[in-house]
């Protein structure tokens, strides 16, 4: 008996930037740090994959910026989205996707709250949503 291969899609707004990913994706995790925060104007809500089974399908207007001496994030330049984030290193070969970018069905649901400590001041987190305070030099 074979497994059947999952295919989602993604992309900005625009569409400049359009991606396909093959296989499993990572359920979603919230992160509520600094960065996330004024990259998004909230808080990042990221599934991820290993980064050989993403597929850029257009990706015109993909740019990258080191937003940190760790990691670096993938936006849309045209129109802003906020698309993907991974170690520079790559050690792991991850690319974290913003979850509102994927293409509905995605099947996935929210399994941990990051960096809960960083959070603002204008929202509270009241579900049981197991949440960490802070993860020493990882992100979403």
């Given at each position: ?32 740090c ?7 104007g ?51 070969a ?47």
């Amino acid at each position: 008996m074979s497994e059947v291969e999952s295919i989602h899609t993604g992309r900005c707004l625009c569409g400049g930037v359009r991606y396909r990913v093959r296989g499993t994706l990572r359920e979603v995790i919230t992160c509520h740090c600094t960065q996330c925060r004024q990259t998004s104007g909230h808080y990042v809500a990221a599934s991820g994959a290993p980064t050989n089974t993403i597929e850029l399908l257009c990706s015109d207007t993909l740019t990258w910026y080191a937003s940190s001496a760790t990691a670096e994030r993938g936006f849309c330049r045209r129109c802003g989205g906020n698309l993907f984030w991974r170690p520079l290193a790559n050690e792991r070969a991850w690319t974290s996707i913003m979850a509102g970018t994927l293409d509905p069905p995605t099947g996935l649901s929210v399994s941990q709250r990051i960096y809960v400590a960083d959070k603002s001041d204008y929202y509270r987190l009241e579900d049981d949503i197991p949440h960490i305070d802070h993860i020493p030099h990882s992100r979403a």
